[in-house]
């Protein structure tokens, strides 16, 4: 079992940059893909981020590539997403998620394919 803890985030001017940082505990971190999803209120939760176990491989949804960065640190069991030239419609509450897998290489994109789920964290981007 994994346990996910999110950090970072508030307010943050338009253009400006925020880290967000999700602590793992439990034996299974470095067994699992982790990903980075968003939801705005009355909308479905969103893709943003995806990093294979091994840390070897990364995904970006469209709207937040080249701006985002996510990277994880197995020794440590944390995962962070880095977030720069944010824009208003980056507003959302940020989840970071975890997937058991035996597969080093493999990433997921949807909600229902993670098992664990941090509480998430807001991210206000003023305009």
């Known amino acids: 079992q994994v346990q996910l803890v999110e950090s970072g985030g508030g307010l943050v001017q338009a253009g400006g940059s925020t880290r967000l940082s999700c602590a793992a505990s439990g034996r299974t971190f470095s067994s699992s893909a982790m990903g980075w999803f968003r939801q705005v209120s009355g909308k479905e939760r969103e893709f943003v981020a995806g990093l294979s176990r091994s840390g070897s491989r990364t995904y970006y949804a469209d709207s937040v590539k080249g701006r985002f960065t996510v990277s994880r640190d197995n020794a440590k069991n944390t995962v962070s997403l880095q977030m720069n030239s944010l824009e208003p419609e980056d507003s959302a509450v940020y989840y970071c998620?975890?997937?058991?897998?035996?597969?080093?290489?493999?990433?997921?994109?949807?909600?229902?394919?993670?098992?664990?789920w941090g509480q998430g964290t807001q991210v206000t981007v003023s305009s």
């Open positions: 998620a975890a997937r058991y897998t035996s597969s080093h290489g493999s990433i997921w994109y949807r909600p229902a394919e993670y098992d664990y």
